[in-house]
Nanobody
């Protein structure tokens, strides 16, 4: 099965920390740019951070200095370390790969704009 699986969400008090993980299934050989998005209740989805395959990262202004995105290419996993969390960080967080390369039924396939199922982060005040 070809999928991105997020984990690490939960409930935390304001000022606390969480670390999200997004693991690519074993059939995925590689991923290009990886990103974390979030969608808060009643709001549009927004980009939180993106990291290229060589490790260059870009952050939304709202999380700069508090969140850190990283990746382990050998494990095909991307992380989001979230510190100094605020109630306004409450959202469902989604992992995205702009391109994945995977093996299925004897074929090597490129797929684009691949998403995980999301993980809930709730920050209480």
């Amino acid at each position: 099965q070809v999928q991105l699986v997020e984990s690490g969400g939960g409930l935390v008090q304001a000022g606390g920390s969480l670390r999200l993980s997004c693991a690519a299934s074993e059939s995925i050989i590689s991923t290009d740019n990886m990103a974390w998005y979030r969608r808060a209740p009643g709001k549009q989805r927004e980009l939180v951070a993106v990291i290229s395959s060589d490790g260059s990262a870009v952050y939304a202004d709202s999380v700069k200095g508090r969140f850190t995105i990283s990746r382990d290419n050998a494990k095909n996993t991307v992380y989001l370390q979230m510190n100094s969390l605020k109630p306004e960080d409450t959202a469902v967080y989604y992992c995205n790969a702009d391109r994945i390369h995977y093996y299925s039924d004897g074929y090597y396939i490129w797929a684009y704009d691949y998403w995980g199922q999301g993980t809930q982060v709730t920050v209480s005040s």
